[in-house]
């Protein structure tokens, strides 16, 4: 008679990028952050999270511009402890506040549908934090914001080479009078960088 064979038990190992892809979705929504400054700068950060049985957090953070590029930067960070995410969003406080789910959702959406209009893709981090979020389905209630500024696309780069790469897709795209741009210039700039924020 044949030995029965023995089955594994270890936990398969998923590298992030396929657990985002995979299994992310099928943790439950946690806390989520809406940019507070997005009505004056058009710009803001937004922040998505995700809840694990054993009480840590995954969460992905959006660069939302309004006004022109949809998302501009993204990143994500997988099983924090809860007491880190705390302190995380803390840090965060003055430039987020508490939100629903659908609020985050409704901007992150819309301003990447706006973008693509003009031809501007979303970073392409995107591409694995995306997963943080729910399909964009009618299930999502809609709420509906106001993207551009005083009627068009207002581009606000922080150099030439940055103004150059969008500009290329909304020349293409739009036409003259649809969209002004600036380049920026001194500290007015949100610091993005996740290294700064653990």
């Given at each position: 008679m044949a030995?029965?064979?023995?089955?594994?038990?270890?936990?398969?190992?998923l590298s992030p990028e396929r657990f985002m892809r995979e299994r992310v979705r099928s943790l439950q929504l946690?806390?989520?952050?809406?940019?507070t400054?997005?009505?004056e700068r058009g710009e803001g950060i937004a922040i998505v999270s995700r809840l694990h049985t054993g009480g840590r957090v995954s969460f992905a953070v959006y660069l939302v511009d309004t006004w022109c590029t949809g998302v501009k930067d993204t990143y994500y960070r997988l099983r924090m402890?809860?007491?880190?995410f705390q302190t995380y969003i803390e840090r965060m406080a003055e430039h987020t506040r508490p939100a629903s789910y659908n609020e985050v959702h409704n901007l992150i959406y819309g301003a990447l549908e706006y973008?693509?209009?003009?031809?501007?893709?979303?970073?392409k981090d995107f591409a694995i934090t995306k997963y943080m979020l729910e399909e964009d389905t009618d299930d999502i209630p809609l709420i509906e914001y106001s993207y551009g500024k005083d009627g068009k696309y207002c581009l606000v780069a922080t150099g030439q080479l940055e103004a150059s790469r969008?500009?290329?897709?909304?020349r293409r795209h739009?036409?003259?009078?649809e969209y002004d741009y600036i380049i920026a210039v001194g500290p007015d700039e949100m610091d993005f960088s996740p290294e700064d924020n653990e």
């Open positions: 030995k029965n064979k023995k089955k594994k038990t270890q936990q398969e190992f946690g806390p989520c952050f809406f940019p400054e997005i009505d402890e809860e007491d880190e973008a693509s209009e003009a031809g501007i893709p979303p970073h969008y500009l290329q897709h909304m739009l036409k003259e009078g």
